[in-house]
């Protein structure tokens, strides 16, 4: 693995989802995940998230209308926690859910909704 990519990874990732949520998912790495959890944060964060061609706002945009069609709420509410924290606004979030609606069906724009309201309450917003 190239180390470099790795932390590149590391930093954007805490940056975007909170260094508490991922030092806990790394430490819960085990012989069995940690090879994933490691590649995925040099691939995903290191490799995809950290040039500068798309800011991080918009990958957050991008990432919740990719996962919210997948239909992965519990990375859906992860990744909305990192969006708001990366300027993803309340109407923001409302037009992403629209269009998830629009393309997925509403019942999956019901379920960003609740995932939504989670999040934006941690976060204070409502």
């Known amino acids: 693995?190239?180390?470099?990519?790795?932390e590149k990874g590391l930093d954007m990732r805490k940056g975007t989802l909170g260094?508490?949520?991922?030092?806990?998912?790394?430490?819960?790495?085990d012989d069995f995940t940690r090879p994933f959890q490691e590649a995925m944060t040099a691939w995903c964060w290191g490799f995809g998230w950290s040039d500068d061609v798309i800011d991080p706002k918009t990958r957050s945009m991008m990432n919740l209308t990719m996962i919210g069609a997948?239909?992965?709420?519990?990375?859906?509410?992860?990744?909305?926690?990192?969006?708001?924290?990366?300027g993803v606004t309340k109407d923001e979030l409302r037009?992403?859910?629209?269009?998830?609606?629009?393309?997925?069906?509403?019942?999956?724009?019901?379920?960003?909704f609740r995932a939504a309201r989670s999040a934006m309450a941690e976060a204070g917003m409502e």
């Open 19 to 29: 260094a508490e949520y991922v030092e806990k998912n790394l430490a819960a790495a």
């Open 70 to 86: 997948l239909g992965k709420m519990h990375e859906w509410e992860i990744h909305c926690k990192g969006a708001i924290g990366n």
């Open 1 to 6: 693995m190239d180390n470099d990519l790795f």
């Open 95 to 112: 037009a992403i859910i629209h269009v998830i609606g629009i393309y997925c069906g509403v019942p999956q724009a019901l379920e960003c």
